[in-house]
């Protein structure tokens, strides 16, 4: 089983910064798609960003610009680097192994809070 764990979450100022890890436990890292989601209080879950194994990478209208999602294969590590950061990114940020029907493994989630 994939276990998946987040980390860098907290509390930021509007228009700071924040970079998000998830460690991922097991040998086939470097195979996977991975993705970040959010979920703000009272909203459901949105994707975020993905990476494949390759490095391609895909993101919401809401993070692109703005977002940066990257991994480090030989640490079993998936980042997201967050600048520019309103408010309305507050929320619960997860960690995810895709497959090609969408998420297949989740992380805890870390807490993300933009505010003044």
């Known amino acids: 089983q994939v276990q998946l764990v987040e980390s860098g979450g907290g509390l930021v100022q509007p228009g700071g910064s924040l970079r998000l890890s998830c460690a991922a436990a097991?040998?086939?890292?470097?195979?996977?798609?991975m993705g970040w989601y959010r979920q703000a209080p009272g909203k459901q879950r949105e994707f975020v960003a993905t990476?494949?194994?390759?490095?391609?990478?895909n993101y919401a209208d809401s993070a692109k610009g703005r977002f940066t999602i990257s991994r480090d294969n030989a640490k079993n590590t998936v980042y997201l680097q967050m600048n520019s950061l309103k408010p309305e990114d507050t929320a619960v940020y997860y960690c995810?192994?895709?497959?090609?029907?969408?998420?297949?493994?989740w992380g805890q989630g870390a807490q993300v809070t933009v505010s003044s």
């Open positions: 995810t192994v895709e497959r090609v029907s969408g998420p297949r493994y």
């Open positions: 097991g040998r086939i890292f470097s195979i996977y798609t």
């Open positions: 990476i494949t194994s390759g490095g391609r990478t």
